[in-house]
């Protein structure tokens, strides 16, 4: 499994990920084409939502079986910036292989070469897999609802 930067052509089958991704959150996305909007995000100057896909690895049109986007975000009162992680998506056959792993090594990379000193993001609060794999990197919750649960890894 190769994880690599997305790219405009890969536009459909991501769209085809988010859905599933949707679907396991129990919510759906307008039914409508995204590519000029993120097209814009991933591409446009400044980006303002950087991403990566999982596919075989191999030379010719693979499948994707995974995502990932996250965006820089500056907090008011200390001014500093920090990583927000949108989404990050395995298909179900890929999840406990080390590729979500692997994922996250590239988002703490990215994180430090942007200046972020730390990566949030949210969850489902009844994604138990998901808190478990969290936690196994080190991260800690900051906040817990009913619903979700907001979580926090340092890359310092």
């Given at each position: 499994?190769?994880?690599?930067?997305?790219?405009?052509?890969?536009?459909?089958?991501?769209?085809?990920?988010?859905?599933?991704?949707?679907?396991?959150?129990?919510?759906?996305?307008?039914?409508?084409?995204?590519?000029?909007?993120?097209?814009?995000?991933?591409?446009?100057?400044?980006?303002?939502l950087?991403?990566?896909?999982?596919?075989?690895?191999?030379?010719?049109p693979?499948?994707?079986?995974?995502?990932?986007?996250?965006?820089?975000?500056?907090?008011?009162?200390?001014?500093?910036?920090?990583?927000?992680?949108?989404?990050?998506?395995?298909?179900?056959?890929?999840?406990?292989?080390?590729?979500?792993?692997?994922?996250f090594?590239?988002?703490?990379?990215?994180?430090?070469?942007?200046?972020?000193?730390?990566?949030?993001?949210?969850t489902?609060?009844?994604?138990?897999?998901g808190?478990a794999?969290?936690?196994?990197?080190?991260?800690?919750?900051?906040?817990?609802?009913?619903?979700?649960s907001?979580?926090?890894?340092?890359?310092?």
């Amino acid at each position: 499994m190769k994880i690599r930067v997305v790219r405009p052509k890969d536009f459909s089958q991501l769209r085809k990920l988010c859905d599933e991704h949707a679907a396991l959150e129990e919510v759906t996305i307008a039914d409508r084409d995204l590519s000029a909007q993120w097209n814009s995000a991933f591409f446009g100057s400044p980006a303002q939502l950087f991403g990566w896909v999982c596919d075989e690895g191999g030379n010719g049109p693979d499948p994707l079986r995974g995502y990932m986007t996250a965006s820089i975000r500056l907090w008011t009162w200390s001014a500093k910036t920090h990583l927000y992680l949108d989404c990050i998506y395995l298909q179900p056959e890929l999840r406990r292989s080390g590729i979500g792993r692997a994922m996250f090594r590239i988002l703490v990379q990215f994180a430090r070469e942007s200046g972020c000193h730390e990566i949030q993001w949210r969850t489902l609060s009844s994604n138990e897999t998901g808190i478990a794999f969290y936690r196994s990197l080190g991260a800690v919750p900051i906040t817990d609802t009913m619903q979700w649960s907001q979580w926090s890894l340092s890359v310092d």
